[in-house]
């Protein structure tokens, strides 16, 4: 069994997940080589024959895109490895500004600028938007996560190689959660640098604006359960990608409506950065934007007009 490890438009997170695998690395090695991967080892290109091959990271860039059908055309089985590589992830947000804007500070903007200003002719084209790999390719398993965890991967990766069917979880970050729901009173919109939360009792029933109701399980609460409301990184629930009607903006509108008995039309008014803080995760994915009740076109366009 060959596998292979593709890095597109990332922060190399992912991979290194495998190997904080740890022992297990060696359990791996025993049923398959790793033929291929740019962190791990020296190999500039990958082979023709792979069986299954992870891509992390999204596409952002004509050269992105171009190792991502690569992979897909040199690969049995493809795995979307990552939230980048599943929605977008953060490379998502680049889509806030303009093309031009992001040269400028990434070539023009910094102080190690060369004294002619000019952008190296070897540094590949932006596309004009970001796409979760599965925009482009088709692919055959997703794992998300923000890097997915050390124990889901040990759950995952093995019995994928070996050929065994994998059940998982498919509940919210909530089901992970071990706080209680206490009562709900005088609730206001809290930013998280305020005050310190009750650590027994729901984060979003004491106002601070935790994702965990609309996001995928996986991470084990990891965030809640160290007194951080949850972000979203393991992207959207799998009841938001059945449901043409539902969005991770209008379900949490909707589960702060019912916590709190408040209309949701003043709820939207205390809700603030919506793109940063709803979509920080899934912007770069058509499949969201996609959504008739979605807010991110309405971002990017408010953002890129300014």
């Excluded at 890095?7 to 690395?25: F, K, N, Q």
């Excluded at 359990?27 to 069986?51: C, F, G, H």
């Excluded at 002719?121 to 970001?130: A, G, M, Q, S």
Aim: glycine share 8%.
């Amino acid at each position: 069994m060959k596998i292979a490890i593709e890095e597109l438009a990332g922060c190399s997170g992912c991979t290194i997940a495998v190997l904080d695998l740890h022992e297990t690395i060696l359990d791996l090695v025993e049923e398959a080589d790793i033929v291929y991967s740019p962190v791990i080892m020296d190999v500039k290109e990958p082979p023709e024959d792979i069986d299954i091959a992870f891509v992390t990271g999204a596409v952002r860039n004509e050269e992105n895109q171009e190792r991502l059908k690569k992979i897909r055309k040199n690969s049995r089985v493809l795995v979307a490895l990552g939230t980048c590589a599943c929605y977008g992830g953060i490379s998502g947000l680049s889509m806030m500004s303009g093309r031009e804007d992001l040269f400028k500070m990434i070539y023009t903007g910094v102080d190690t600028v060369k004294e002619d200003g000019k952008i190296p002719h070897d540094v590949p084209e932006f596309l004009y938007r970001v796409f979760a790999v599965g925009d482009m390719v088709k692919i055959d398993y997703y794992i998300p996560g923000c890097p997915p965890k050390e124990a889901r991967l040990r759950e995952i990766i093995l019995p994928l190689i070996k050929g065994d069917t994998i059940r998982l979880s498919r509940k919210s970050v909530c089901s992970e959660c071990d706080r209680k729901m206490g009562e709900v009173k005088d609730w206001s919109l809290k930013r998280r640098h305020v005050g310190i939360p009750d650590r027994n009792t729901c984060l979003l029933g004491q106002g601070y604006l935790c994702l965990g109701p609309v996001t995928f399980c996986g991470c084990n609460a990891a965030c809640p359960k160290n007194n951080v409301p949850c972000h979203g990184c393991n992207g959207p629930s799998l009841d938001i990608l059945r449901e043409p009607c539902r969005d991770i903006y209008n379900l949490m509108v909707r589960r702060i409506a019912d916590l709190t008995d408040i209309p949701s039309k003043e709820i939207e008014k205390e809700l603030y950065d919506v793109g940063h803080i709803m979509y920080a995760f899934t912007m770069g994915s058509e499949v969201m934007e996609d959504k008739e009740i979605s807010k991110i076109r309405e971002v990017i366009s408010q953002e890129g007009n300014r």
